[in-house]
């Protein structure tokens, strides 16, 4: 059993940064891949980015692209999200999310998620 506790949200104006991190459970972290998730009021839940087990490879949706980015700490059993010039848009609940691969086909356990507002 894996649990996945986000921190890291908040209020923020457009063009602000925020870093989002998943602190998980459990010893078998390194085991899985990682990936963060994202859902809108009104809308479906969406992949947003996504890193292999080792941090060797990450995967992100094409609107975040140059914006966010993901990493990992193995040591400290942590997922990262570096948010940079944030837009109205990306207001959403963010997700943590464990899975056996970084195509996140299945995931196994999800986090209780963090609120990002942005602000035009």
């Known amino acids: 059993q894996v649990q996945l506790v986000e921190s890291g949200g908040g209020l923020v104006q457009a063009g602000g940064s925020l870093r989002l991190s998943c602190a998980a459970s459990g010893r078998t972290f390194s085991s899985y891949a990682m990936g963060w998730f994202r859902q809108a009021p009104g809308k479906e839940r969406e992949f947003v980015a996504a890193i292999s087990r080792s941090g060797g490879n990450t995967y992100y949706v094409d609107s975040v692209k140059g914006r966010f980015t993901i990493s990992r700490d193995n040591a400290k059993n942590t997922v990262y999200l570096r948010m940079n010039s944030l837009k109205p848009e990306d207001t959403a609940v963010y997700y943590c999310?464990?899975?056996?691969?970084?195509?996140?086909?299945?995931?196994?356990?999800w986090g209780q998620g963090t609120q990002v507002t942005v602000s035009s």
């Open positions: 999310a464990a899975s056996s691969t970084v195509a996140l086909s299945t995931v196994y356990y």
